[in-house]
């Protein structure tokens, strides 16, 4: 199984949101998505790390790298700092990646306890650029000084990847 790890944004390039604490979300993804990689190497997938700063050069690594699935890994950010938890994207619903979706999200709300804000679809060009069924993970709110302390700790960090690589391994058990 090829699975392909985006972490969104890219540090020195674009730090993505930034929490009340200075934390920076392109720093706290690409710290996801080597600790989910490093998880799923662990049970023998072949996992590529994508930390790109345009959209297109993200996608085109994917297909390059003939990716199976595509996790996009975010931290979520809202003008309002009470908005809080976890929700995850699709492109459309009725498919793989909505399945994908529903595993990964499941397993961060049982394992942080985060808000469950659902599976929702949306637009965005790393999920609908993909030639693989793909979501976008937003783990937690940047913006939220509940969420961010989850975010700036290492052992909530790990419990979020290892939560993340366990929605993959859920849906690739179920068969895709």
């Not at 996801?32 to 990689?37: C, D, F, I, S, Y």
């Not at 979501?135 to 969420?147: C, H, M, Q, R, T």
């Not at 052992?155 to 366990?166: G, S």
């Amino acid at each position: 199984m090829k699975i392909a790890i985006n972490g969104g944004h890219y540090p020195g390039l674009d730090s993505g949101a930034v929490g009340a604490t200075g934390l920076q979300e392109a720093i706290v993804t690409q710290d996801l998505m080597k600790r989910v990689a490093r998880y799923l190497r662990t049970v023998w997938y072949d996992v590529t790390e994508i930390q790109e700063n345009e959209l297109y050069q993200i996608t085109d690594a994917s297909n390059v790298f003939g990716a199976e699935l595509f996790i996009s890994i975010h931290c979520n950010s809202a003008a309002s700092t009470s908005a809080r938890g976890t929700e995850t994207y699709c492109y459309q619903l009725g498919g793989t990646g909505e399945r994908l979706a529903g595993c990964i999200q499941s397993q961060i709300v049982k394992s942080l306890g985060t808000v469950d804000r659902g599976v929702k679809t949306a637009n965005f060009a790393v999920i609908r650029d993909t030639d693989c069924p793909a979501v976008l993970v937003e783990a937690a709110f940047i913006s939220n000084k509940e969420d961010e302390k989850l975010l700036a700790d290492s052992t909530k960090r790990d419990e979020f990847a290892k939560a993340i690589a366990r929605g993959i391994t859920d849906l690739v058990a179920m068969g895709l």
